[in-house]
């Protein structure tokens, strides 16, 4: 390494990254032995686990040209955290496994492991754990774990015919955002700007998965692929038909000024936009929904999913076929 150039993981090594890591991150209660040693150890209160894992690639899920290493973190741990809620629990940890190119600047590392750290912070959980290797490209594997607290999971299979079917947190935000960006759109009115941070750091309603079980949310999911597929989900395995309201839906003047932008529909966004990671739940008819929950559909008998009561033919998001 030259004076006055940037340090690269490269130039740290292995150890050198992981000790780097390990200092910007802090550790909480659940926490009993965290990173430095063969395994980190857990608390586990409840005597029940919950465990979520996913991968993140550059390239396929995000781009260091239109997100820095501190959008990125959020985002990697933001979409796990959000998958431990959606069972009801309430997140503790998150591991992470790291793969970077040597040349990648330790400023870069530095502004992930912040953004993992913060969006951790957002729910009382920190990052216990994890490894590194050198690769190609930029590859996050993130496992995620949480605490039921003595509640029951929420699962996608216990939705009834006669509940009704709500959304908490932003729907087609992030596909707007990424529409825009593939467009060559990267500024312009606060509207525009506000889809393009969605795509960059999703905003999950974290509080809404446990107070949801709370309030006897008969099935749960993470809507990471799409409203539609997702629900298809739940219809699936509880053996129902959903059935949703478009009029309902929520579609933000922001989602309609990136629509004229584009000359796209925002309800196509709405419906099938994946990476904002709201939550879809079911409720029995007599529970009343607090205000973060929308009511945009019901359960009856049958199968799949309808808007209005037609097929919408168009899916969500497929990673071996889109």
């Known amino acids: 390494m030259h004076k006055g150039c940037?340090?690269?993981?490269?130039d740290l090594g292995e150890f050198?990254?992981?000790?780097?890591?390990?200092?910007?991150?802090?550790?909480?209660?659940?926490?009993?032995?965290?990173?430095?040693?063969?395994a980190a150890v857990l608390k586990a209160p409840d005597g029940r686990v919950v465990?979520?894992?996913?991968?993140?690639?550059?390239?396929?899920?995000?781009?260091?040209?239109?997100?820095s290493g501190y959008d990125i973190g959020r985002k990697a741990a933001a979409q796990n955290l959000s998958d431990i809620v959606a069972m009801g629990a309430d997140p503790t940890a998150l591991v992470v496994g790291l793969g970077l190119p040597a040349d990648v600047g330790t400023d870069w590392v530095d502004a992930?492991?912040?953004g993992f750290r913060d969006e951790c912070d957002l729910v009382g959980a920190t990052v216990a754990g994890g490894d590194i290797a050198r690769s190609e490209t930029v590859v996050l594997g993130v496992t995620a774990l949480g605490d039921l607290g003595g509640r029951a999971p929420v699962t996608r299979s216990g939705a009834r015919p006669g509940d009704v079917v709500a959304v908490a947190g932003r729907l087609g935000h992030a596909a707007a955002g990424l529409a825009l960006f593939e467009a060559g759109v990267t500024g312009?009115?606060?509207?525009?700007?506000?889809l393009l941070e969605a795509?960059?750091?999703?905003?999950?309603?974290?509080?809404?998965?446990?107070?949801?079980?709370?309030?006897?949310?008969?099935a749960m999911l993470d809507v990471s692929d799409g409203l539609l597929q997702d629900l298809g989900h739940v219809a699936d395995a509880s053996g129902v038909a959903v059935g949703l309201d478009a009029a309902a839906l929520p579609v933000p003047e922001s989602l309609s000024a990136a629509a004229r932008e584009l000359g796209a529909d925002p309800l196509e966004w709405v419906l099938t936009g994946g990476d904002d990671h709201a939550l879809a739940a079911t409720f029995p008819p007599g529970v009343r929904l607090p205000p973060e929950w929308t009511r945009v559909g019901a359960v009856t008998e049958?199968?799949?999913v309808q808007v209005n009561g037609q097929t919408w033919t168009k899916g969500g998001w497929d990673h071996f076929r889109a």
């Open 112 to 114: 992930l492991t912040d």
């Open 302 to 304: 049958g199968h799949g």
């Open 188 to 194: 312009g009115s606060p509207d525009l700007v506000t």
């Open 199 to 218: 795509h960059r750091r999703p905003r999950p309603p974290y509080a809404c998965g446990p107070a949801a079980a709370l309030l006897g949310a008969t």
């Open 6 to 10: 940037a340090i690269t993981v490269g």
């Open 16 to 38: 050198g990254v992981i000790q780097r890591i390990s200092g910007r991150l802090p550790r909480t209660a659940a926490v009993l032995l965290g990173p430095g040693d063969d």
């Open 51 to 67: 465990v979520s894992t996913d991968l993140l690639i550059e390239g396929r899920h995000f781009r260091r040209d239109w997100s």
